[in-house]
Structures are given as C-alpha cells and as structure tokens.
C-alpha cells in the first residue's frame, strides 16, 4: 500500500504509543502476538503433519513396493510367468518375488511374534530402507544357505539380541508325523539389526535371503507375492489394471493405498482437523486488531476531524488505519514464521526438553509408528497461511478504518 508523504507520518505517529494510549498499545500488542503465534502454530503443526505422511510413505513404499501381486492362499504358483508379465508392463519399473509369513521366533527363554520377510539377495543389498540405516553387522552376509539373518532394532531389544546371537524360527505348519504334526525349528544367526524408522516394522521383521525363507516354510519353488514398483504412486491402480486382468485367476493386485488405506485417511482428516482448529487462533487475531483499532479511532477522533478541515479526502484517513492493521498482520506473520523455523529446525532439541520438564514421553514410537519427529514444510502451504493472515489482517481494518473517514469534523469540532 502506497502512502503519500504526511499520510506515512502520521502512520508512524499512531503505531507508536503515545502519552496515555499505553492501553491502545497493549491491545495492539496482544494482537501481535496473537498472529504471531497462530503462524507459527500453523507452520509447524502442518509441517510435521506432511513429515509424518511423507516418511511413513517413503518407508512403507520404500519396503513393501507400490503394490504387490499375491496368490490366493499366500502362495503364488507359476511366479516366473507372473513375474515376466509384470516386467513388461508400461509403467512398471520393478518387481521383485518375496515371502512374508507371520512366525514365532525364541532366544534366551523370550517368545516373540514376528514377520518373516524373504527376499532375493541383490533385493536385500539395494534396499534404501533396509540398507540406510544398519545400526550393526552388515547385510552382505545375508546368503542363501549361510543360516544368516537380520533384525528389527525393536525386536533385538525385546529379545535381548545382539549381532552373533542365535534365534530359533518356528513354523507351527512342520511336517505331518503319525503323531501329528510337529513344528519346524530352525537357529538362525544374527547377522544385521536394522531400524527402518517405523515402531511396527522394527518390532516385527526378520530377512532373510530367499531360498532359506522357501526351505523354512518348506514353499519349494513357490512365493508368496510380487512386490511392484511404478513410475507413479498415484496412478498405481491405472497402471496395474492390465496386469490385473491378466492375473485374475490366480492372484489379486493390492496397492499402498488399500493396504494402508486406515492409516493414510486418518492423517488426512487429522490433518485438515488441526489446520482449521488452528486457524481459529488468527481469526481470534484478527479481532483483536480490529478491537485495538476502534479504541485508536476513538482516541484520535479530533485528530482526524482536524486532518480533514484541512482538505485531507477520507481514502486517506482509510489507508492509514489500513496500513497500521496491516504493519500488524505483516509484522507478525513474518515473525511467526521465523519462530516456526526455528522450533521445526530444532524440534528434536525442544521435543526432548519438554519431555524433561513434564517427565511424560511425548513422541512414544509405539503409538506414533515413526522413531522421530519428522517435517517437511511445503512453500506453497506456507505461501497460503501467509496470505490467509494478511487477507485476515486486511479484512479486520475495513470496519475501523470506514469509521475514522467518516469523522464528521463539524460534529466533533462542534465544542473545541
């Protein structure tokens, strides 16, 4: 907003407290603070809202594909037809065969339930997920025949596991015996421990290569399912219905979304929940700025009818007190955003602090899925809360600033 010379004067007069306006000025104040700490609520409630989503998708994606291809009964026959079938299929950019089967494992008179993940060698290697963050031993032991496996880091903790150790596998489906059936049990070394960053993945997986996971679950040949990868997550279903088709009679197609459909839907609507509920704290804002405002109209009524018997037209007296309730709005925006990056830059620091303070653990793993505090503000929401404060902002001086430009200099001069 452009300001002619005495109009920026008597902007800079009114916005600092004057002798008996310190009220005004607190009032003012308070609204300041107000869109400051919306902003910056705002900023960093929807930046670690979209650092949630994008870790647990990458991670998710990043371990079990953008879909999978899975038989009926959990074992996929013919896999290397299926398998060929997928490869050639636009859009897919990898597929890979893989065994997952709930078991139990045993160490040190500790019983824990478990997901068996197997998987190909060269999968287990180039795996960003698995391989990203090996905390001990190396996944380059993991090969057929070795009796090498690796671990969640949860897992090795409720165990009691370290790298060296040997845990027991059982698969309740053994071999029939005239006795019935008797469980398979097989020791396996530890080798790796892993954290992948998600609470349920690192409580529950063991890998292993492959032909071990078939001769444990005594599979043969067989898999369990085809994890795939696409060109576009949100277009999986479209680039998959042909595969699908194909596929039909002997196994069905699941994508990230309706594996994980519950978790994914629920974060949208807490997401869009929080966003309005803290969006209501720069409305409140925008009300304090126009309370503030009437109380400096009333308080400079004489001026400004003085202002206007010296020929000043009202769209002047109106783009003062705009520009005061905007220096505001801006003013506090700018520094809600710089308190937003800086407590997302040092959230783990501040995380942990109140943690200290309370005594309460604040991000527990096991209810929150990720193992830390993520975030990932996005420009362009950002862009839209700024502009959603300053529009507030806007809004709030209409009303005062109409009132101070039509100031009837007769009435208030009436009695000077």
């Known amino acids: 907003m452009i300001l002619r010379p005495y109009e920026r004067t008597i902007f800079k007069r009114y916005l600092l407290p004057q002798r008996g306006e310190g009220f005004i000025f607190v009032a003012a104040a308070f609204s300041f603070t107000a869109v400051m700490l919306g902003v910056a609520a705002l900023v960093v409630v929807m930046s670690v809202m979209n650092g949630v989503r994008s870790d647990l998708f990458d991670k998710i994606v990043g371990l079990n594909g953008h879909a999978v291809v899975q038989g009926f009964g959990g074992r996929l026959d013919d896999w290397q037809k299926v398998l060929k079938e997928a490869r050639a299929t636009p859009g897919v950019t990898s597929a890979t065969p893989l065994i997952e089967q709930p078991l139990l494992t045993t160490f040190s008179g500790r019983v824990e339930g478990i997901l068996l993940r197997g998987m190909t060698v060269q999968d287990i290697r180039k795996n960003e997920v698995l391989g990203g963050k090996v905390l001990q031993g190396s996944l380059n032991t993991l090969t057929p025949g070795s009796g090498n496996v690796?671990?969640?880091?949860?897992?090795?903790?409720?165990?009691?596991?370290?790298?060296?150790?040997?845990?027991?596998?059982?698969?309740?489906?053994?071999?029939?015996?005239?006795?019935?059936?008797?469980?398979?049990?097989?020791?396996?070394?530890?080798?790796?421990?892993?954290?992948?960053?998600?609470?349920?993945?690192?409580?529950?997986?063991?890998?292993?290569?492959?032909?071990?996971?078939?001769?444990?679950?005594?599979?043969?040949?067989?898999?369990?399912?085809?994890?795939?990868?696409?060109?576009?997550?949100?277009?999986?279903?479209?680039?998959?219905?042909?595969?699908?088709?194909?596929?039909?009679?002997?196994?069905?197609?699941?994508?990230?979304?309706?594996?994980?459909?519950?978790?994914?839907?629920?974060?949208?609507?807490?997401?869009?929940?929080?966003?309005?509920?803290?969006?209501?704290?720069?409305?409140?804002?925008?009300?304090?700025?126009?309370?503030?405002?009437?109380?400096?109209?009333?308080?400079?009524?004489?001026?400004?009818?003085?202002?206007?018997?010296?020929?000043?037209?009202?769209?002047?007296?109106?783009?003062?007190?705009?520009?005061?309730?905007?220096?505001?709005?801006?003013?506090?925006?700018?520094?809600?955003?710089?308190?937003?990056?800086?407590?997302?830059?040092?959230?783990?620091?501040?995380?942990?602090?109140?943690?200290?303070?309370?005594?309460?653990?604040?991000?527990?793993?096991?209810?929150?899925?990720?193992?830390?505090?993520?975030?990932?503000?996005d420009p362009f929401e950002i862009l839209g809360i700024s502009a959603m404060t300053i529009v507030f902002s806007f809004l709030a001086t209409l009303y005062p600033a109409y009132k101070a430009a039509n100031t009837d200099p007769v009435q208030v001069l009436r009695y000077e």
Do not use: C, H
Not at 337 to 366: H, K, M, N
């Open 150 to 377: 690796a671990i969640g880091s949860e897992l090795a903790k409720n165990l009691g596991a370290t790298v060296g150790s040997t845990i027991t596998i059982i698969n309740p489906q053994g071999r029939s015996t005239p006795f019935g059936t008797v469980p398979r049990e097989i020791a396996y070394r530890v080798s790796a421990i892993f954290e992948v960053g998600v609470y349920d993945f690192d409580k529950l997986y063991v890998v292993m290569p492959m032909e071990d996971a078939q001769l444990l679950l005594l599979l043969g040949d067989q898999v369990g399912m085809i994890e795939l990868k696409t060109t576009d997550p949100d277009k999986v279903g479209e680039i998959l219905q042909p595969l699908a088709e194909k596929v039909a009679a002997q196994a069905v197609i699941s994508d990230w979304r309706s594996m994980n459909s519950s978790l994914f839907e629920a974060l949208s609507v807490e997401r869009v929940a929080m966003f309005v509920i803290l969006s209501l704290i720069i409305l409140v804002a925008a009300f304090n700025i126009i309370s503030s405002l009437i109380m400096l109209v009333r308080a400079k009524t004489r001026d400004m009818a003085i202002l206007r018997t010296m020929g000043a037209p009202r769209d002047a007296v109106m783009r003062i007190f705009i520009a005061i309730g905007l220096s505001i709005g801006v003013a506090g925006t700018l520094a809600g955003l710089a308190i937003g990056f800086s407590l997302l830059f040092f959230r783990q620091g501040v995380l942990r602090g109140i943690e200290f303070i309370t005594g309460q653990p604040l991000w527990d793993p096991s209810i929150r899925f990720l193992t830390e505090l993520p975030s990932k503000p």
